[in-house]
């Protein structure tokens, strides 16, 4: 272990430093700092001359850590960092330190202090900078193939869209047949499109394509790995089997919500949700002369909260298609606000109301009423604008009900190792930093298991996590942190803190002869450092800022 | 007799319970006074401070101290005891963080005296009558040591070779050290010898499964599940940022650990420790919900320094010292 | 105590101020701070951490128990958190701590956090400017550890 | 030892001071000075440690008292535990299932066994069984196994770990148990243990009856021991307390506290809570411990009789206090040890060690009655308090008398206000006459200060409480005891060591 042999660099960075810090006073005082083996300031310390002169010092003085005073690591840490690989001293031993953007900059009027606090800072960085230790980069090989969850809208065009460039992909669906919801859809809006007009051909693409691998009456058991390499369980009912993949593309979909109880449903055919009044317009089976739709039929109550954000217009949709089909037959929307976000669709409303589909509005205070009689016969509505009751003849009764979580997601969030929102919906790492991807790397999401969307939002969100999807894989390799967390199996008395606060599931609890042991997963761990701040067994280095490289600048901060 | 080992223990600020642990290894403690030539134990023997003042430095080979420094008599014995010991030994929590005494470093002398000489119920003194450090009584004088603002560990008096947590440290534990002893198997100095490496998580056998918690609850609020982690149903658990080797006879009956074994190895400051892995583990995003489900742990410092106050690294509460060099008179408490 | 104090000791009492910035958000805004050349006083140190979530209560208290007069932790706002929600997490240790440095006779209010975002130099040197009028008006901060000191005197 | 410079020194004014005699809450020490004519002119005993509960207490959660208090003292955590336990259920306003009372009472009787068994064959059997002239090297436990063989040797040392085995199967810990809480007690037993404290306990009452014939062989047998127990020198008349239950039977765990008169006539008899109405303590100058004693004949000082607030508590003053025990054997033991010591209430300092066997014999049989419990193994331990906490007094009987405790907690139950008043502090006037009278009845002009007569001076004390003789006999040694001679100025002049 050859002693610390620390340089010191401070910039002048022209007058924007040098103006304000006293730098050559700086400078010897950085000489009286323990371990400082050379200390020299220069004009531009990024410069040609700044940067070969590191490089020339390092070798002259042997020094095995290099410090830089100057401006902010955010831009210039890279440029610093490989003039030190390329005097071949590990990168990671380069510290720091900000006296420009932090220091001269914002006292220009203070010299003095701002002399003084450049010091401080400086000594603090030499603390730092004898605690060093260098960190190695690894890099991860990246299977080109993708396990994509579920073979609705969005699964099956993630899958095509990857399968197209070139990846193996295994699409794997729980039901005996591909398509999830839009098998039962009749037309799709916008403009009324048969749903098998699209769903079909997309159906024969994914089946006729050499690079899918179709599971069907298949659930996922197992996932084991993480990105470039999960190792996949299948559960074909009687058989399982085996694949790696690189990725995974979570695309689960969901499911209607059934008011069971409610307005009848369920106790006569004359009730029934717009998904199930589409079947019987797709099968041409549909007689009725006055039809009414309640919206927001468990949706935007108590115990489910959100909007379900389209059910307004399937509403409005198929109140079209019934006017279009019959114009004699009366149609009512029972609504509490109305939804019809965007160009196409304030058009779908308008047009609505000039094929004469009624919108009254009610409140969650007052609910519709069914009347029936072994059939219904009419619905009593307290109408809001008018402010009183009035009863609608009617022979057939639609529920606009919201989308709902699958069953299954608890089970797979686990699997996955990735969170549900409260609603039971999957929850992406951001909405708009990290859109379809979950925090933990190689596992994406898409379409209506993420939030109910319609079918062209699912398919170009399905675009979205392909691409994702397809950039480790098209380079083949990944190149995770090299500052992460590092468990000390001697002290870790598997607690299991660490695990439940990791946000990458880069914290895994093992078994190690009958007791828990952490274990952190570099390729996944993004350095942050929360574990390391929680760990209360000590057991947790958090690399390139230790517990003791941190308390060691607080005490260099208050020495004299 | 002079061929054996020198062995001496002495008790400062403590319960006595690091006695009676060492007493309480029964028929082995025969053994122990075959091996050693016991020179000083104050509970067995003689302890006039000039015999051991008597004694050459560095004479005794073993020295065994339990309790914390509260008084000057206790510093004293620990300067003399350092001197004459080759290994200095902070036995028992007490010595090595402060222990139950040391949560007097909430207070200060003119409040401790205050309340135990003029505030409680039960006593009748208004004259103010206090003990005082040199009295003269008709038939002469009567002296009594001094009493400090704040209580110390053996290490922040005089450096110590080696630690022995627990309060009291378990009878194993004990009988491992007295062995290491009498086979010359010390660690390096420095060292705390008679624990574990790890926590007392790695000691209890409760099941743990997932540490979110979104609610927390005093002991006797909950009739916890016997068989999962205290911890993971709400019970505020020292274990995790204890250092292990005691067993977990507490949570064996249910009872969250409280930390008597100090911090773990790497960890410097255990009630730090503790608060941050809890505030961690509190799955909640809501300020104002965390601050309500945090109400529950309504004496913070008592939960993450029951046991070693003064080892901290804030030491003592601040305001108690500065009111009473301020000389402020706390105002006096009504009786109960 | 601290030579920089001495020097900067013309006017009273001159805080020394312990910051901790986040990387993506408040070191960011400090940074901008400075290419906006907003002045603000000089008594902070940052440290840089990648997150506000590494920041340890065990910092704060050595810290304080070294003799810093204030603490300030700068994060990301709740939401924009580059590692998901480091910054919920500091904040929960935080306000912990605070309760618990009440206890021991300490200001809370010398313990801050602040949501500082990279495009916030403004704010961070508002930040900055406030909290070091706040901790002046307090006084310097007498600990448990330095009585400690004394009383072994 | 040249006997000269002693009775020299005794014609001038002498002091002599015995420093320091072991621990209650830090050490004693006691200073006997002398006048001219060499005869005890009054006699100190010293406690010059404090360690501030009563403050420190306060701004804790309240349920922590009791893993708290109990560090005051390690050779009895029991007493402390669990009569902190009992104060907070009364804090909230709680009543524990009788399976939970039933736990603690077994755990404590445990434990009473084991720490009477140690302080009669390890801290005072010495004095009696070996002698107190023999020399120091003989005088401990080891003497004693020698005098009554290896085999109860053996048998005493199984029962103490047999008897700590029970306290850690329900308390968690042997020295700090921590199964008590406000409401019951955090763990049930199982029926396996049961078995096994079953076992324990009939095994316990053997080793009670045992422990009575070595007593009838070795010390009753031998006139001369009698005749020392009954001694002037040994006796004190004064008040004595004591828990009782609804029969006016002695009880450990719970009951109304009764105090009786010199003559044993019933002075005053309240529950606990009310011990405010009924005690106080006073505060000298020259010690850091308190001097309780009653209100109703407030402080005269120290001194014994019927008109001085002096009062007794521990084994002697538990059973004069009391109207008998509540097991046949110990009943039978309580009514021969009275007839033998002519009556009730006994003042015979000495005779607590005899009181201390029959509480050994109750303590086992009230084991094996609450082993043998149907409920006890009843897996309903805890009462949820809902009370808001407010103000609460928890009493045992600790093997060394009364202990008081008595909390006030705030709405949050954070414990404002802390009382303690310890088994130790209530004799603490008493230990200091009788130190004084022995002083003064074994220290005669020109008398050679002599070994036997050093520990004769000690066993006045040793009598009241194991802390002070703690575990002086426990190893091979020398006695804990030198005598200092001072002249007038303070200087040293002569020593006399037990070596």
């Not at chain 1, 809006?189 to 179709?214: C, K, M, S, W, Y």
């Not at chain 1, 199930?276 to 108590?302: F, H, Q």
């Not at chain 1, 037959?329 to 779908?348: C, P, S, T």
Request: charged share 25%; aromatic share 8%.
């Amino acid at each position: 272990m050859p002693d610390t042999r620390i340089g010191v660099f401070v910039c002048h960075c022209g007058r924007n430093i040098g103006g304000y810090v006293d730098v050559p006073q700086v400078v010897e005082y950085a000489k009286t700092l323990p371990d400082v083996a050379h200390a020299e300031h220069n004009l531009y310390t990024c410069s040609e001359e700044g940067i070969s002169s590191i490089k020339r010092k390092i070798k002259e003085n042997d020094l095995n850590r290099v410090l830089v005073a100057s401006c902010t690591p955010r831009t210039h840490e890279p440029l610093f960092r490989s003039a030190c690989q390329e005097a071949g001293l590990n990168k990671y031993l380069f510290e720091f330190v900000n006296i420009r953007d932090q220091c001269s900059w914002v006292h220009m009027n203070l010299p003095k202090e701002a002399t003084e606090k450049a010091k401080a800072l400086i000594r603090m960085g030499v603390a730092k900078a004898r605690l060093l230790q260098p960190l190695e980069e690894i890099e991860i090989e990246v299977t080109p193939s993708c396990l994509v969850i579920g073979a609705g809208a969005a699964g099956m065009t993630a899958a095509l869209n990857l399968a197209n460039q070139g990846f193996d992909v295994h699409l794997v669906e729980k039901r005996a047949e591909l398509g999830g919801l839009l098998r039962g859809l009749h037309r799709l809006f916008t403009g009324n499109q048969d749903a098998g007009e699209f769903i079909v051909p997309l159906i024969n693409q994914v089946r006729d394509h050499e690079h899918i691998t179709i599971h069907l009456s298949t659930k996922v058991k197992e996932v084991k790995g993480f990105i470039g390499n999960f190792d996949v369980t299948l559960d074909h009912g009687q058989k399982e089997s085996a694949v790696g993949v690189g990725t995974i593309i979570v695309a689960v979909g969901a499911e209607e919500f059934k008011p069971a109880g409610q307005y009848g449903y369920g106790e006569t055919a004359g009730v029934l949700t717009q998904l199930e009044l589409e079947e019987r317009m797709k099968e041409g089976t549909l007689r009725a002369k006055n039809v009414v739709m309640i919206n927001c039929v468990g949706a935007r109550v108590p115990e489910r909260t959100y909007c379900s954000r389209f059910c307004c217009l399937t509403a409005i949709k198929n109140a079209v298609l019934i006017k279009e089909n019959d114009p004699d037959a009366n149609v009512w929307i029972l609504h509490r606000d109305l939804m019809a976000y965007g160009v196409e669709f304030e058009d779908y409303y308008r047009k609505a109301m000039e094929l004469g589909v009624r919108f009254v509005r009610y409140s969650l205070e007052s609910l519709p009423e069914v009347i029936m009689d072994g059939e219904v016969e009419s619905v009593r509505v307290r109408h809001q604008l008018m402010g009183k009751q009035v009863e609608l003849p009617s022979d057939m009764v639609v529920l606009t009900t919201p989308l709902v979580p699958r069953g299954e997601n608890p089970e797979i969030s686990k699997m996955l190792k990735v969170p549900l929102s409260s609603e039971g919906f999957f929850l992406e790492a951001h909405l708009k930093l990290r859109p379809v991807e979950f925090a933990t790397d190689g596992i994406y999401i898409c379409g209506s298991a993420r939030w109910p969307v319609e079918v062209s939002e699912a398919v170009f969100q399905a675009y979205a996590s392909a691409a994702k999807a397809a950039m480790p894989m098209r380079r083949g390799y990944v190149c995770p942190e090299a500052i992460t967390s590092f468990v000390n199996e001697e002290f870790c008395g598997g607690c299991g803190i660490c695990a439940v606060l990791c946000p990458y599931s880069a914290m895994l609890m093992d078994a190690k002869n009958g007791k828990r042991v952490a274990r952190s997963i570099e390729a996944l761990c993004k350095g942050c450092g929360t574990c390391g701040a929680a760990c209360p067994s000590g057991a947790i280095t958090m690399n390139h800022f230790t517990d003791n490289q941190i308390l060691a600048q607080i005490e260099a901060l208050t020495e004299v | 007799m002079t061929q054996k080992p020198k062995l001496a223990l002495y008790w400062a600020a403590s319960c006595g319970g690091c006695e009676i642990a060492v007493v309480r290894l029964y028929a082995k403690i025969l053994d122990v006074a075959d091996f050693f030539d016991i020179v000083l134990w104050p509970c067995i023997m003689d302890f006039k401070y000039k015999d051991v003042e008597a004694l050459p430095d560095k004479s005794i080979d073993l020295c065994l101290f339990n309790g914390a420094i509260r008084n000057s008599e206790q510093e004293y014995m620990a300067h003399m005891l350092r001197d004459k010991s080759k290994a200095l030994v902070a036995f028992g929590t007490c010595a090595y963080t402060g222990g139950i005494p040391g949560l007097a470093n909430v207070a200060n002398r003119e409040t401790i005296f205050q309340r135990v000489y003029d505030e409680t119920p039960s006593t009748v003194n208004a004259e103010g009558t206090r003990p005082q450090l040199s009295y003269q009584v008709p038939e002469g004088e009567l002296t009594l040591p001094e009493f400090y603002d704040s209580v110390r560990t053996l290490a922040q008096v005089v450096p110590v070779e080696y630690f022995v947590p627990g309060c009291p440290p378990v009878k194993e534990q004990v009988e491992g050290v007295i062995q290491a002893v009498v086979e010359g198997k010390l660690p390096a100095p420095g060292s705390v010898v008679g624990a574990s490496d790890k926590t007392v998580c790695d000691d209890c056998t409760r099941i743990k499964e997932d540490k979110r918690i979104r609610s927390v609850y005093r002991p006797y609020e909950i009739v916890p599940d016997a068989s999962r982690c205290l911890l993971e149903q709400g019970i505020i658990c020292a274990g995790p940022a204890t250092r292990g080797g005691c067993g977990a006879p507490c949570t064996s009956v249910n009872m969250p650990c409280r930390g008597c074994y100090g911090p773990p190895p790497n960890v410097v400051d255990q009630g730090a420790k503790l608060l941050s892995a809890v505030a961690s583990i509190i799955d909640i995003q809501d300020p104002a919900e965390f601050e309500r489900v945090t109400q529950a742990i309504p004496d913070l410092l008592g939960t993450c320094y029951l046991f070693g106050l003064p080892a901290s690294l804030l030491y003592r509460v601040r305001h108690q010292r500065e009111a009473w060099h301020a000389g402020e008179t706390v105002e006096p408490a009504k009786a109960l | 105590m601290r030579q920089e104090d001495l020097t900067m000791n013309k006017n009273g009492f001159e805080p020394l101020i312990l910051g901790f910035a986040c990387n993506w958000c408040t070191y960011a805004g400090a940074d901008l701070a400075g290419t906006s050349r907003i002045q603000y006083p000089p008594n902070i140190r940052v440290i840089r951490v990648m997150c506000s979530g590494r920041v340890d209560p065990t910092f704060i208290l050595k810290a304080f128990a070294r003799g810093v007069d204030g603490v300030l932790i700068g994060g990301c706002h709740p939401g924009d958190c580059h590692y998901i929600e480091g910054n919920h997490k500091a904040r929960r240790r935080i306000e912990l701590l605070r309760n618990m440095l009440g206890d021991f006779g300490i200001e809370p209010e010398r313990l801050r956090l602040e949501w500082v975002s990279a495009s916030e130099g403004a704010r961070f040197a508002e930040v900055v400017a406030d909290f070091t009028k706040t901790i002046k008006e307090m006084g310097p901060l007498k600990t448990g550890a330095q009585i400690a000191v004394e009383v072994a005197k | 030892m040249t006997t000269n410079p002693v009775s020299e020194a005794v014609r001038t004014e002498r002091r002599i001071t015995i420093d320091p005699i072991t621990r209650l809450e830090g050490h004693g020490r006691i200073e006997i000075f002398l006048n001219p004519e060499g005869d005890v002119e009054n006699a100190y005993f010293q406690v010059p440690e404090l360690r501030g509960f009563e403050k420190f207490c306060e701004g804790r959660s309240v349920e922590d008292l009791a893993i708290i208090t109990p560090r005051i003292c390690g050779v009895c955590p029991e007493a402390h535990h669990i009569a902190s336990a009992k104060a907070l259920d009364a804090v909230f306003d709680v009543d524990p299932p009788p399976a939970a009372k039933k736990l603690r009472e077994l755990l404590y009787s445990a434990f009473y066994v084991a720490d009477h068994a140690t302080h009669f064959y390890a801290l005072s059997g010495p004095d009696f069984v070996v002698g107190p002239d023999a020399s120091p090297a003989e005088r401990n436990i080891i003497g004693v196994v020698h005098k009554v063989g290896l085999e109860l040797g053996g048998e005493v040392l199984k029962h103490l770990e047999l008897c700590h085995d029970v306290v850690a199967m329900i308390g968690g810990k042997y020295i700090h148990p921590v199964c008590g809480l406000p409401g019951g007690v955090s763990k049930p037993i199982t029926e396996e243990e049961r078995a096994k404290i079953e076992a324990i306990a009939r095994s316990a009452v053997e080793f009670g009856k045992v422990s009575l014939k070595v007593l009838d062989d070795v010390v009753l047998a031998n006139q001369g021991y009698v005749d020392m127990i009954l001694s002037d020198t040994f006796t004190h008349k004064t008040y004595y307390m004591g828990l009782v239950d609804a029969n006016n039977k002695v009880n450990f765990y719970d009951g109304m506290l009764r105090v009786v008169d010199p003559e044993g006539k019933e002075f005053a008899k309240f529950a606990p809570s009310e011990y405010l109405d009924h005690i106080a303590e006073h505060v000298e100058p020259w010690t850091y411990l308190k001097f309780p004693y009653l209100k109703a004949l407030g402080w005269q000082g120290l001194v014994d009789g019927k008109d001085s607030g002096v009062y007794r508590v521990a084994p002697l003053a538990r059973l004069n206090a009391a109207d008998g025990m509540a097991t046949p054997l110990a009943q039978a033991e309580y009514e021969r040890m009275y007839s033998t010591l002519g009556g009730k209430p006994a003042h015979a300092t000495l005779a607590t060690h005899w009181a201390r066997l029959v509480e050994l014999v109750y303590a086992a049989e009230r084991m094996l009655e609450l082993a043998t419990d149907p409920e006890i193994t009843s897996p309903n331990v805890r009462t949820i308090p809902t009370a808001t906490p407010g103000e609460g007094v928890g009493v045992v009987e600790a093997p060394r008398g009364t202990l008081i405790h008595h909390y006030q907690a705030d709405e949050k139950g954070l414990a404002r206000k802390v009382n303690l008043i310890v088994g130790t502090a209530h004799n603490y006037a008493a230990i200091a006459m009788s130190v004084k009278k022995a002083a003064q009845g074994l220290i005669k002009k020109g008398t050679v200060v002599t070994e036997g007569l050093l520990n004769r001076i000690e066993m006045a004390f040793r009598a009241y409480d194991p802390c002070f003789g703690c575990a002086t006999h426990s190893l091979p040694g020398q006695m804990p005891l030198i005598v200092s001679i001072y002249d007038a100025q303070g200087k040293i002049v002569e020593q006399l060591r037990r070596d």
